[in-house]
Nanobody
Framework: QVQLVESGGGLVQPGGSLRLSCVAS?????????MGWYRQAQGKQRELIAR???????MYADSVKGRFTISRDNPRNTVYLQMDSLKPWDTAVYYC?????????WGQGTQVTVSS
């Protein structure tokens, strides 16, 4: 069964932290070398913000560099995103998927809202 299940979002004040988790089916987790976290803010296109290779090498978009940390647990087919020093413009629905993506399938995402 093909699936991506994101969790861990919520409402947080500016400067706060959240940790997102994504459990993927094995077929997705191993389809490409990298897994990524993406986000889509209201009215904007989905964007890649972080990715990690199967050996743990991360890369980040400039907008999150130094604040977010991506990690993965290969035996558990799970990818994490630790988000610190959150800012209002981090508000979006967050998704995980392969990088690059290999299909049009996406999970339901998890909403992150940064607001005082």
């Amino acid at each position: 069964q093909v699936q991506l299940v994101e969790s861990g979002g919520g409402l947080v004040q500016p400067g706060g932290s959240l940790r997102l988790s994504c459990v993927a089916s094995r077929s997705i987790f191993t389809a490409t070398v990298s897994m990524g976290w993406y986000r889509q803010a209201q009215g904007k296109q989905r964007e890649l913000i972080a990715r990690i290779t199967d050996d743990g090498t991360p890369m980040y978009a400039d907008s999150v560099k130094g604040r977010f940390t991506i990690s993965r647990d290969n035996p558990r087919n799970t990818v994490y995103l630790q988000m610190d020093s959150l800012k209002p413009w981090d508000t979006a629905v967050y998704y995980c998927n392969n990088w690059p993506t290999v299909s049009d399938y996406w999970g339901q995402g998890t909403q992150v809202t940064v607001s005082s």
